[in-house]
């Protein structure tokens, strides 16, 4: 393969060059994949817009780069292999043509129901394939897909239907995760009741009892009926839009990011090639779910595009016991396998009986994704999961970014615990100081930015494209930032340190303390709040909520569960804060506004660091918050 790297020698020399004359060196990657019509210009762009375009007026289909490029090659191996929640329940397997085939069938059940190229639909689905095959078949015929992750709530759906005026919901009556069954379809008749969708598709999956709205409401099945397996592609513009995705930020609404079909599909194969070093035959498992840029880049997008077979797990990692990830990866024999440092952590918890007796031996590459991982829980993987043998790749990138921007190449670049390393070729990175001047050199560490585009970058904010120019493009001038701070050190490797805007990492998740300060404020007996991160030991940053509340005919108690119960209704389980502390006033300066780098110490403990409050508005409240500190 003319694209693969095999050497450090090989990649430095690529990455000069990419650096040296990007259009020359994106067209060579550009060409192996199949254009109905080539690019008139490689790449147009400036970021004061931002208005950045990848293969100008060049034509095709991503899917056509899926199937129809590799049906006569391999058109027999597996393309997804599906592993259920339940680990008795049957393994499915679907082979590159038979994948095809249901695109193809699902992709005209959709033209049935009217959607055309351009329409916008939202999939709200459990781990099956045919999540996957809903984000294929959208693409075959140019309709855009928001793939909503199914833990979020009916509000959270809401806000993303009405956001992007989808016209259609993919969905399915429900969903196992470890021991329940949770249902679906009823969250998104909630979240329906204020929009004008005309077609939701309801894929079967747990059986259970389900509403359906005559005239609306349609089961997969059902629609597939009759449907030909022959769907032609829709020609597609390379700067059509491919996809929508939500993401939090630091401002209270979520963001529709924008990715396009021919830089993305260049450069997410790229980078998936290169990063794990597939080799043709190798079991790849990425542990995303498809509701996160992760689980559409590196379990859908990227390894399809590439010809691997890609495994998606339905379950939780520690169902029906904690050895879970580890029998899956003897049973497929995995090779590859990429995960989340907030996992491994949760799984280094139980320590190391449940992986005795799991045979291991396929791994060669292991991967982490998703949050600084740091150097305990990096220890501990590549001893007890890698056998001191399977290199780690520390993946940094966002869902902004599209595909993996720093990051080892397995087997080829030297790691080293908790650094991400090098950029890949192509990513031009930059450290600046607060005031936006280049940090040059090694050891230094300030704010990551971006210089140069990359094929995979965000284009727009869906519907507001002001928004992005603000929050990506104008902080500093001529750069995309990225939100995260980052240490260069004397050897010239990147360490990301986290993020230095009011975004915090959940889980891997991220999670715009706005967001959450507006969900809490909806409680009643709320008059105000601060949210911030404090260091968690298996979530890696944990909610720590400050509230001043009316107390009248209440319990304190009673009141932190009611205000939990609320944030999970209005964003997801997974935004609950998992401190509150009911506090008599917050720490404001003269102005109003609140300092919370004073909160986010008394969160962390750092009581003796807390700095300078002598310009606060009420010094004393300080003392107050230390005093009731949870
Ligand atoms: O802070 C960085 C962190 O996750 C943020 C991006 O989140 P999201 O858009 O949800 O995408 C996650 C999956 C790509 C980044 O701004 N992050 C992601 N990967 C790493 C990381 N932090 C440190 N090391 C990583 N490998």
């Known amino acids: 393969m003319s694209d693969r790297l095999h050497t450090l020698s090989g990649y430095l020399y690529e990455y000069q060059k990419s650096i040296a004359q990007p259009e020359e060196f994106w067209a060579r990657i550009a060409d192996s994949f199949h254009w109905r019509k ?60 038979e994948l095809f085939r249901e695109v193809c069938r699902f992709a005209n059940a959709l033209k049935s129901k009217g959607i055309q190229k351009g329409d916008r639909v939202i999939i709200y689905m459990p781990m099956v394939p045919e999540a996957a095959i809903a984000m294929l078949a959208c693409a075959r015929i140019g309709a855009i897909h928001s793939v909503v992750f199914a833990g979020f709530s009916s509000s959270s759906l809401a806000d993303r239907i009405i956001d992007c005026e989808a016209k259609a919901v993919l969905t399915s009556d429900g969903n196992f995760r470890g021991n329940k069954k949770i249902g ?273 970058m965000i284009r727009t904010t869906y519907g507001d494209h002001e928004r992005c120019k603000q929050t990506y493009f104008s902080t500093y001038q001529n750069m995309y930032f990225t939100g995260d701070g980052v240490k260069r050190d004397h050897d010239g490797y990147y360490r990301i340190l986290g993020r230095v805007d009011d975004v915090i990492n959940v889980s891997g998740h991220r999670m715009g303390t706005a967001e959450v300060e507006n969900a809490i404020n909806e409680h009643p007996k709320v008059i105000e709040s601060a949210v911030v991160g404090y260091p968690h030991e298996v979530k890696g940053q944990g909610i720590y909520a400050f509230v001043i509340c009316d107390m009248t005919n209440r319990t304190e108690d009673n009141l932190i569960n009611e205000i939990k119960d609320m944030v999970s209704k209005i964003i997801g389980p997974i935004a609950k804060p998992d401190k509150i502390q009911i506090v008599p006033g917050l720490p404001k300066t003269r102005s109003g506004k609140i300092m919370r780098r004073i909160l986010r110490k008394v969160a962390e403990g750092q009581l003796d660091s807390m700095g300078d409050t002598s310009t606060l508005l009420d010094p004393d409240v300080v003392e107050k918050i230390v005093e009731g500190r949870k």
């Open 38 to 97: 080539r690019w008139d210009k490689v790449l147009k762009w400036n970021f004061e817009g931002p208005d950045v375009k990848w293969f100008v007026n060049a034509k095709l289909n991503i899917t056509e780069n899926i199937f129809e490029r590799h049906l006569y090659t391999i058109g027999d191996r597996p393309a997804i292999v599906w592993e259920p929640n339940e680990p008795g329940e049957a393994t499915r397997t679907l082979t590159y043509r």
């Open 184 to 456: 679906i379809k009823s969250v998104v008749d909630e979240a329906l009741e204020k929009s004008s969708v005309e077609t939701v598709i309801v894929y079967r999956r747990t059986g259970q009892e389900t509403e359906m709205k005559s005239g609306r409401d349609f089961w997969w099945h059902q629609v597939l009926e009759g449907q030909s397996d022959v769907c032609p592609a829709e020609e597609m513009d390379s700067e059509d839009m491919l996809f929508i995705l939500y993401t939090s930020g630091s401002t209270g609404k979520p963001k529709g990011v924008v990715h396009t079909t021919g830089g993305y599909m260049v450069y997410t194969k790229y980078s998936f090639d290169n990063v794990f070093q597939y080799s043709a035959g190798d079991v790849y498992w990425c542990t995303a779910d498809i509701g996160w840029i992760t689980g559409h880049s590196y379990i859908v997008y990227g390894p399809l595009l590439a010809g691997a077979t890609t495994l998606m797990f339905e379950g939780v990692p520690t169902y029906p016991g904690p050895g879970r990830f580890w029998e899956v990866i003897e049973k497929h024999k995995v090779n590859i396998f990429y995960t989340a440092p907030t996992a491994i952590r949760a799984l280094q918890a139980f320590g190391t009986d449940p992986i005795q007796g799991c045979d291991l031996s396929s791994l060669k590459v292991l991967g982490s994704v998703g949050e600084p991982i740091n150097e305990e829980a990096w220890h501990w993987y590549h001893t007890h999961i890698g056998k001191g043998k399977c290199p780690i790749v520390d993946t940094w990138w966002q869902t902004e970014t599209g595909g993996i921007m720093v990051s080892p190449l397995a087997g080829i670049t030297p790691t080293k615990p908790a650094y991400a390393t090098l950029p890949l070729p192509g990513i031009q990175l930059c450290i600046v100081d607060a005031e936006g001047n280049e940090l040059t050199g090694n050891s230094v560490e300030g704010n990551l930015c971006i210089k140069f585009p990359w094929p995979s």
